[in-house]
C-alpha cells in the first residue's frame, strides 16, 4: 500500500495500470519497455527516490528546471512565504510581482531588453515570441533550426520536428522554415527574400543533444538577421540562469537578441510561469493592443516572488564560482572516461553544465540511459538524436555528488559498452 | 516597511552562508593539490598584500571598534603578515614527508573548510592570522568577523583574497561571512560542511564551538599574573609590565591583569611603575576606580581598549596625560575581587605578598577565579622560583622578565606567533599551545612492516597530487609589482615599527 494522503496506490503495479488506463499508455509503455520503470517519489536536492525506494542522482533535471534542486529549500521558504500575500493574481490589471520580476529580468538581460510579457510555461512563452516576432516585422515566416524543439503549443509546434506537428494536423511548412544547424549559407539561403519575421534558435540545442554552436556561428546567423531585417529570437530556457557560466548562455557569443524567452529552471519547479523578454521595437503590441495576448496563469505572481528569488540566488558569486568548478570536474571526469572507451565515448559536447555525451551506435545514449538507470543516474537520451545523452547536472552540486556521478557514469558507459560488442542488446528491452 | 511579514525559519543569510561553504569546498578540493611553490607564491603575495594594509585597517579598525592604539594595531598586522610568513617561510606543511629509518611516509592532508570567528579586540590581525595559516595548510577559509569589526574585517578579507587569487589561489579558498549574526554564526558552526572551527572571541562563541559537533579549536580567557619576586631587577620589570599592560590599551588576551609582588620590594617597584608611565592610585582612587569603571563588579565593557587617561577621566582621577596605566593596589586574590580578574583595558590591579611562597598560592588564586589555561608572567632571576611558579600555575605558558602581551603571543619569545592561545584540558579547549599551521593539517602514515626483512620503497622526487585543474575560476595572473606608493608605505611602517619594538624591547 503507497498511502500518499491524498491518494493511494496499491502497488507499483496498481499504479502503472491507472497510469495506462487514466493518463498516458502509450507514454507509460515506452519507459517500460526502455528498461526505465521510473515513477518518481520523494525529491530532494539532485537526488529522488523511485516508488520502489530506488535512489536516483538526477541529471535530467527536466531540462534545468531543477538547476537549483529539487524542493530546493530557499524556494519553498519563498513560495509558502509569498502565499500569505499573494495568489496568482489578476492577469488583466497592473500586478506587484509582475512588474518586479519584469523589471529583475530586464536588467539581468542585455541593455537593448526593455519588456516582458508572461506565460504559463515555456510553450506559452516560445507562441508569444512568435506572435511578437509576426506582430512587428508584420511577416509570417518563421526560421528555426533542423531538429529544434521549442515546445507545443499552438504556434511552437511549427518550429520544431514534424513529428510532433503533423500528428495533430498543426504543421503548417509554407510558415515555417528549418535550417540545418551551424550552416550559414542555409541561413543566409532563408532570410534572402526578406519575408522572414524572426529566426528562432536555442543557444545550444537541447534535444538535438547539445550540438554546440561553431565560433561566431550565432554572431553571423545575428549578423544576417540585421541584414535581412529579421528579429532574431534566443530560446534560452535550457541554457539561461548560469548553466553556461553566465547568467544568459546567448550573452557569451555577444548577441543581443530581439526577444529572449525563459522557462523551466526561472521557478525552481516550484510554481511554473515562463518569460518572453523583449526589446524596445517589439513591445509595439503592448502599446497598441495590451490585451493581444491573454494568459490567466502567464505570470501568475506566487511564481513571480519564486522566479525573483531563483536570480538572485543565481547571480550570487558563489553560484558563479561553483558552476565553474562543477563544469571542470565533470570535463577532467567525463575524458577520464573517455581514455578507456575512445571507440565508444566518442564525444563530450560541453558549455558549463551543459553537456552531450555521444556515443558510435545510432541508439547508444539510449543504451547508457539504461544502465546509468540501472545505476542510479538519471539521465535522458536526445529525443532527436539517439546517439547523444543529455548530461545535465545541477549548479549547486558539491564535490562529493560530482565524484559519484562520475563513478556511476564510467561503470554505466562500460557495461552499455559490453552489450553492444556482446550484441546481446537485442535480447534486452531497449 | 514590508507588507509581508518575512519570517525566517532559518537566520537570515544562512542559506547564502552554507553557499559560501560549498564553494569553498570545491576550492579546498582542488588547493589540496597544490605544490609547495605554488602555496609560496600565493603567501608571498598575501603577506605583502596584509603589511601594505597593515596601517590603513589599524586606522579603521580603531575608528570602527573604538578600541585600541593604532600604532599597536600597525606592529600587530604586520607581526601578522609579513612576520609571520617570515617566520614560517621555509616550513612546509604541503610535501610529503619520507622516514626511511621507521619505514612511514607521511602525507599532509588539510582540514579542508575552516570556520575562523574572529574577534572584535583584534580584528585584523586575527584575520591575516588565520587566513595564512589556512594558505600554509592549503585549507580553504569563510572568516565570521565579529559583528562589531564587521566592516574593516570584511574588507581586509577582500583584499587578501584578490591577492591570493591573483597570485593563482583557487577561487573561493579565502571568503567572509558579511553580516555576521549569532544564529549564523551557530548555523554555519553546526553545518555539516564546515571541517574545523577555530574561533577566538568572547566565552560563549568558544562554547558554541565545541558544541556544534563538528571539530573545533576555542580558546578561553586569559586572567595573567605577573610575579614579581625579591630577586627580580625590579625596573626593568617595571618597564616591561606597563610597556606591555599599555600595548594595544590591553586588548590582547595576554595583557597582565595584576602584579603580584613581594614586600620586600613593593615599595621600589611602585616607584619604578610611576616612572615608567604608570599612575598608582590612592587608596580614594581605588574605590573611585571600583565605583566607576567596575560597577558591580564588572569589567565595563563599553570602556575596553579605552586609554589609561580616558579610563581615569571615566573615573573622576586626574592623572598626567602622559600616563598609560593606572595601577590599582588590593589586598587579597578572591574570586569577587574584580581588580584580580581579567581586563581588557589599561587598569592594572597590584597586591602584596611576604614571600614566593604566597606569592604563588596567589597566582593560582587568580587563576582559580578566571583564566586557566591561559597565561602567567614572572619577573625573577631565581631558577628554581620560575620553574616552581611555572609548575604551580595552571596555565600552559609563563614568560619570563618579558611583558606577556606580546611574550605569551610569542612576538616577544620564541613561542609560536600566534593570536589563538590555546588554553588546553584547563581552558576546556582542545589545544593546549599557541595556534600554529601544524595544528590544522592531519597526515596520513604510510607505514610499513616493521619486520628488518621488507624493504621500504623510494619515494623521493615523488609528487603525490596531480592538479589537473590548473585553472581557478578567476584567470591566474602575476601578483601586482609593488608601486613605489607600498614600498613608500612599507618603509615608514618598517620605521614605525623598529622604533615601537625598541622602546618595548629597551635592553
Known amino acids: 500500500m503507497y498511502d500518499y494522503g491524498f491518494f493511494s496506490y496499491e502497488s507499483k503495479e496498481d499504479m502503472l495500470e491507472r497510469s495506462r488506463a487514466f493518463w498516458n499508455p502509450d507514454k507509460t509503455d515506452f519507459w517500460q519497455d526502455a528498461g526505465i520503470d521510473l515513477v518518481i517519489d520523494r525529491r530532494e536536492g539532485y537526488l529522488f527516490w523511485d516508488m520502489a525506494g530506488r535512489r536516483l542522482i538526477d541529471l535530467h533535471l527536466n531540462g ?7 524542493r530546493n529549500p530557499e524556494l519553498i521558504a519563498t513560495l509558502e512565504q509569498a502565499m500569505q500575500h499573494f495568489d496568482i493574481g489578476n492577469h488583466h490589471f497592473p500586478a506587484l510581482a509582475r512588474t518586479a520580476l519584469a523589471e529583475a529580468l530586464v536588467k539581468s538581460a542585455s541593455p537593448n531588453m526593455r519588456r516582458v510579457i508572461y506565460g504559463s510555461g515555456g510553450g506559452e512563452a516560445i507562441d508569444i515570441a512568435l506572435k511578437t516576432a509576426r506582430h512587428t516585422k508584420q511577416r509570417r515566416k518563421i526560421v528555426s533550426i533542423i531538429k529544434a524543439y521549442h515546445g507545443h503549443t499552438g504556434v511552437a509546434v511549427g518550429t520544431g520536428d514534424e513529428r510532433f506537428s503533423k500528428l495533430f494536423l498543426s504543421d503548417h511548412p509554407e510558415e515555417f522554415v528549418q535550417v540545418p544547424f551551424n550552416d550559414l ?24 543533444g547539445f550540438p554546440l554552436p561553431a565560433p561566431g556561428y550565432l554572431q553571423a546567423v545575428k549578423r544576417l538577421c540585421e541584414e535581412y531585417d529579421t528579429l532574431y529570437i534566443a530560446d534560452e530556457v535550457q541554457t539561461g540562469l548560469m548553466r553556461t557560466g553566465e547568467m544568459w548562455g546567448i550573452s557569451k557569443s555577444g548577441v543581443e537578441p530581439d526577444i529572449m524567452v525563459i522557462g523551466k529552471g526561472i521557478t525552481g519547479g516550484m510554481y511554473p510561469i515562463a518569460c518572453t523578454v523583449v526589446s524596445e521595437e ?79 551506435h545510432p541508439v547508444g545514449a539510449k543504451i547508457v540511459m539504461k544502465h546509468l538507470y540501472a545505476h542510479g543516474v538519471w539521465a535522458i537520451f536526445s529525443t532527436l538524436d539517439p546517439r547523444i545523452l543529455q548530461f545535465k547536472p545541477g549548479i549547486l552540486l558539491g564535490p562529493e555528488l560530482v565524484d559519484e556521478i562520475l563513478d556511476r557514469t564510467e561503470v554505466a558507459i562500460g557495461k552499455a559498452y559490453a552489450e553492444v560488442r556482446s550484441g546481446s542488446r537485442e535480447a534486452v528491452p531497449a | 516597511m514590508s507588507v509581508i511579514e518575512l519570517s525566517h525559519r532559518e537566520p537570515p543569510g544562512a542559506a547564502r552562508a552554507a553557499m559560501m561553504l560549498q564553494r569553498a569546498h ?136 584578490d591577492a591570493a587569487v591573483a597570485a593563482g589561489a583557487p577561487d573561493g579558498c579565502i571568503q567572509v561571512v558579511e553580516e555576521p549574526s549569532i544564529p ?135 592623572v598626567p596625560a602622559a600616563t598609560r596605566v593606572l595601577v590599582a593596589p588590593f589586598s587579597l586574590v578572591v574570586p569577587e575581587e574584580p581588580l584580580a580578574r581579567e581586563k581588557l583595558f589599561p587598569v592594572l590591579g597590584l597586591v602584596r605578598v611576604p614571600n614566593t611562597r604566597a606569592g604563588i598560592s596567589a597566582a593560582q588564586a587568580m587563576l582559580r577565579a578566571t583564566g586557566a589555561g591561559h597565561s602567567a608572567s614572572i619577573h625573577s632571576t631565581r631558577a628554581q622560583t620560575i620553574m616552581e611558579y611555572g609548575a604551580a600555575v595552571k596555565v600552559l605558558r609563563v614568560t619570563v622578565n618579558v611583558g606577556n602581551s606580546l611574550g605569551s603571543a610569542g612576538v616577544l ?74 614600498d613608500v608605505l612599507r618603509e615608514e611602517v618598517r620605521r614605525l615599527i623598529l622604533e615601537e619594538l625598541k622602546e618595548l624591547t629597551r635592553q
Open chain 1, 64 to 70: 534545468g528546471t531543477y538547476n537549483l534542486g529539487h
Open chain 1, 185 to 208: 549559407n542555409a541561413m543566409e539561403d532563408a532570410l534572402r527574400a526578406r519575408d522572414v519575421a524572426a529566426v528562432i534558435m536555442e543557444t545550444i540545442p537541447a534535444t538535438y
Open chain 1, 282 to 360: 517589439c513591445s509595439a503590441w503592448l502599446k497598441e493592443d495590451g490585451f493581444g495576448h491573454i494568459s490567466t496563469g502567464g505570470g501568475a505572481e506566487l511564481g513571480c516572488v519564486v522566479s525573483l528569488k531563483v536570480l538572485e540566488i543565481c547571480g550570487r558569486p558563489e553560484v558563479r564560482s561553483m558552476v565553474h568548478y562543477i563544469a571542470e570536474r565533470f570535463q577532467q571526469g567525463l575524458r577520464q572516461i573517455q581514455e578507456i572507451y575512445p571507440d565508444w565515448f566518442v564525444g563530450i559536447r560541453q558549455d558549463g553544465v551543459v553537456m552531450g555525451l555521444e556515443f558510435n
Open chain 2, 26 to 161: 570545491w576550492a579546498a578540493e582542488l588547493f589540496a593539490r597544490y605544490d609547495i611553490e605554488r602555496v609560496r607564491r600565493i603567501l608571498d603575495a598575501v603577506a605583502a598584500a596584509g603589511e601594505a594594509h597593515a596601517e590603513r585597517y589599524a586606522e579603521w579598525a580603531v575608528e570602527e571598534t573604538g578600541m585600541g592604539v593604532v600604532e599597536h594595531k600597525v606592529i600587530k598586522n604586520v607581526a601578522c603578515s609579513r612576520d609571520l610568513w617570515d617566520r614560517y617561510r621555509d616550513h612546509d606543511y604541503v610535501s610529503p614527508r619520507i622516514h626511511a629509518d621507521d619505514k612511514v611516509l607521511e602525507l599532509p592532508r588539510p582540514a579542508g573548510v575552516i570556520f575562523a570567528l574572529t574577534p572584535t579586540t583584534n580584528p585584523i590581525a586575527t584575520v591575516y592570522f588565520k587566513v595564512l595559516l589556512a594558505l600554509m595548510t592549503r585549507n580553504a577559509i569563510v572568516v565570521s568577523p565579529h559583528p562589531g569589526a564587521k566592516a574593516v574585517c570584511a574588507d581586509a578579507v577582500r583584499v587578501l583574497s
Open chain 2, 184 to 318: 549564523l554564526i551557530e548555523a554555519l558552526m553546526t553545518d555539516q560542511t564546515t571541517d574545523v572551527i577555530v574561533a577566538t572571541g568572547g566565552n560563549a562563541v568558544v562554547r558554541a564551538a565545541y558544541r556544534s559537533g563538528n571539530p573545533a579549536i576555542g580558546v578561553g580567557p586569559g586572567n595573567v599574573p605577573a610575579f614579581v619576586d625579591a630577586t627580580a631587577d625590579v625596573a626593568a620589570a617595571a618597564r616591561e609590565i606597563v610597556d606591555s599592560k599599555s600595548f594595544d590599551n590591553s586588548i590582547l588576551c595576554t595583557n597582565e591583569s595584576a602584579i603580584i609582588v613581594e614586600e620586600e620590594v613593593a615599595e621600589k617597584l611602585i616607584r619604578e611603575l610611576g616612572r615608567a608611565g604608570a599612575h598608582v592610585c590612592t587608596p580614594e582612587e581605588v574605590e573611585r576606580v571600583r565605583e566607576h569603571l567596575f560597577p558591580d563588579n564588572r569589567m565595563r565593557l563599553d570602556l575596553i581598549g579605552k586609554s589609561a587617561t580616558v579610563l581615569a577621566e571615566e573615573a573622576g582621577l586626574k
Open chain 2, 413 to 486: 619569545t620564541n613561542l609560536a606567533p600566534t593570536m589563538t592561545i590555546g588554553t588546553g584540558f584547563y581552558g576546556r579547549s582542545s589545544l593546549g599551545e599557541n595556534l600554529e599551521p601544524r595544528h590544522l593539517v592531519n597526515w596520513t602514515r604510510v607505514a610499513y612492516n616493521a619486520d628488518r626483512s621488507v624493504p621500504f620503497d623510494e619515494f623521493g622526487g615523488m609528487q603525490p597530487w596531480r592538479l589537473e585543474a590548473a585553472a581557478p575560476a578567476a584567470p591566474a595572473a602575476e601578483p601586482a609589482p609593488a608601486t613605489p606608493e607600498t
